[in-house]
């Protein structure tokens, strides 16, 4: 196993923790989206700084997949309903300007 590319006492983020947390995951509710998104971002950036690629894994077991799915369901309706949420209050204050 190699080590966490990135871990220093300077660095924030690990290059797997900066790439999966704190960028793929601000683009999807899914874990397994977002490992996907998250490996050609640390290949690159491994490929970049000469480091031998760590090429990251993921195993996903039976009794978690359904709740990670349950879970993208749960956040991806919270965030639609908070979206139309805000149209219908756009609507209302662009209804008021034509008045």
């Known amino acids: 196993m190699l080590p966490s590319l990135g871990c220093s006492n300077e660095a924030e983020w690990t290059y797997f923790g900066k790439a999966y947390f704190d960028e793929a995951l601000r683009h999807t509710y899914s874990f397994v989206k977002a490992f996907e998104l998250a490996k050609p971002v640390i290949a690159d950036r491994e490929r970049k700084e000469d480091f031998t ?7 996903l077991g039976r009794a978690i ?12 309706a ?16 662009f209804e008021a300007l034509l008045a």
């Open 53 to 59: 690629p760590s090429e990251p894994q993921m195993a």
């Open 65 to 76: 997949e359904p709740k990670l799915a349950q879970l993208e369901n749960q956040l991806n």
């Open 78 to 93: 919270k965030n639609e309903e908070s979206s139309s949420q805000r149209w219908r209050r756009f609507g209302r204050q």
